[in-house]
């Protein structure tokens, strides 16, 4: 007998058997049949779906914990990213406000052609002027003038205005000054301020070592 008729008798044996049971046994035999499914679908369906779900909860907490941490860094970031621009924004403020010259000696040159406008005026004459070796600042280079000037209390308020208002940042390093009165005939008298001052402004231009000086604080 070949493979397939001995499997076709099988099931017309195990048919018979069916068959022949009762109304009853063919409800407990369902009844097993249904539960040995039911086993294997919670085995291998409902079990492993269950643990994903529970494995999925327990990451929750972790996940809002990393996303929270992204938010924070992101915020932080933001925040960096703001003051970056903005502190770039006052370094190029600031260094607009710097003398110009590739050397401190071009620097010296550019600060004394800022000073000559605010030095042109009928109450201001300045005696002597002379160029103060160069500090080193920092990452910057202090250039300085020292000025000798005749002038009146308006004038040498007028000239701290004006150096006060210069679009290059210019400090007055040091100053000192002398009044007097001086007639102008019998009865006419003229206030004399004598002003000595310094002032400096930062440059860009590189110092050189053996050209630098004590300059002043």
Do not use: C
């Amino acid at each position: 007998m070949s493979a397939a008729g001995a499997f076709s008798a099988r099931v017309s044996a195990l048919s018979e058997r069916f068959s022949a049971l009762s109304a009853r046994e063919k409800a407990i035999l369902a009844a097993g049949l249904l539960a040995v499914v039911a086993f294997i679908a919670v085995k291998w369906v409902v079990m492993p779906a269950r643990a994903q779900y529970v494995r999925n909860r327990a990451a929750i907490p972790a996940r809002r914990a990393v996303i929270s941490r992204y938010e924070t860094f992101r915020q932080v970031q933001d925040l960096m990213d703001e003051q970056l621009f903005e502190q770039v924004e006052r370094r190029e403020k600031w260094e607009d406000g710097l003398l110009s010259g590739e050397t401190p000696s071009a620097a010296g040159v550019f600060l004394q052609g800022v000073l000559k406008p605010l030095t042109q005026h009928p109450q201001i004459r300045v005696t002597s002027i002379r160029g103060l070796p160069p500090v080193k600042k920092g990452a910057y280079t202090e250039v300085a003038v020292q000025m000798e000037i005749q002038t009146s209390t308006e004038g040498l308020a007028t000239l701290l205005a004006g150096l006060s208002r210069q679009p290059t940042i210019l400090r007055v390093r040091k100053l000192s000054a002398t009044s007097g009165m001086f007639s102008m005939g019998q009865v006419q008298r003229k206030e004399v301020v004598v002003v000595s001052m310094e002032v400096a402004g930062l440059s860009p231009a590189p110092l050189d070592e053996k050209a630098a000086g004590g300059g002043g604080a």
